[in-house]
Every structure is written in C-alpha cells, then in structure tokens.
C-alpha cells in the first residue's frame, strides 16, 4: 500500500496507514503524532516505540486522508525524536514484521495502541539499525548511527 497520513480531527493528532484491509482492523495505523494536551501521551511513549493502533472508528469530514505528511509535521517528528527514527516511523515496511495473530491477542487488553515490539513476527529485527534500513544508507550516516547510540545510553537502536 502507498504511504496514506492521516490527521484525526478528533484526537488532533497524525498517523501512518498501513492499511485498511486488515482482518482485525479494518484499519491499522501508525502514531506520528502524540495527542496533544493530553498528559498520558507523549513522544516517548506514543510515537517512539512504534506504536501501533487497529480500529473501525468512522472518519469525519475533518479528518484529512493525504498522500504526503505535510512538511511541518516531519520537521515536528524531527525535532522531537531526530532524523533518523522519522524516516524509521514514516518508511519502515511494518505490516512485513508484524504477526497479525499477535494483533488479534494484544488488540483485546491494548486501549491506546500496542508497542511494535509485542507484535512483531518471532525474531525478526525491529531496530532502526537493522541491515534492511540501513543498506540505502551512506557509511558516514551509519557512524552517525554508531555515536548516537553510544553518546546516549537511552536511545534504543
């Protein structure tokens, strides 16, 4: 499926579609976006991890469906969680490691979305570092990577 970004008139916040034909959806999408004014949601918690959200809820005429995230919501992902987890969160082929059993089991107990980590298929690699992300990358990028990791100890590569 092509990119789709979607703005929720109601929660005021932006998320990636990854699809709407799922079994256990019809929609499953992506948080780029925390809820703003909302003390429970932040970029840590609601977007870093991956979070993933599986829903029927209708559209309203508010909502906006776009082919392209706006630039000023990029540049806010980008100020808040760097370069290189936005092009992770908007560019990762994540329905490709997610074990849609999973989905079905989280869904059940998950209120505001599951982390990425619990859905994904056996072993495979979630990590931004992973060798799938990284083959477009230049060696100068991937040292950049490196120091990140090593510099702060909370960043989860």
Not at 21 to 44: D, F, K, M, Q, R
Not at 46 to 58: F, K, L
Not at 106 to 114: N, P, Q, S, V
């Amino acid at each position: 499926m092509q990119n789709k970004f979607y703005f929720s008139s109601y929660w005021r916040n932006w998320s990636r579609v990854l699809t709407t034909t799922h079994p256990y959806g019809p929609i499953v999408e992506l948080n780029l976006t925390p809820v703003p004014n909302c003390a429970a949601s932040g970029w840590e918690t609601d977007v870093a991890p991956g979070i993933i959200r599986c829903h029927s809820t209708p559209r309203s005429r508010r909502d906006l469906l776009l082919d392209i995230l706006p630039s000023y919501v990029r540049d806010e992902m980008v100020a808040h969680l760097g370069e290189l987890v936005t092009a992770w969160l908007i560019e990762e082929d994540f329905l490709a490691i997610i074990d849609p059993e999973k989905i079905r089991r989280e869904k059940r107990r998950a209120g505001g979305g599951m982390r990425l980590s619990r859905l994904r298929r056996g072993a495979t690699p979630i990590a931004i570092c992973n060798d799938a992300f990284l083959k477009a990358w230049t060696d100068d990028e991937r040292k950049a990577l490196e120091i990140l990791v090593r510099e702060e100890p909370d960043f989860k590569a």
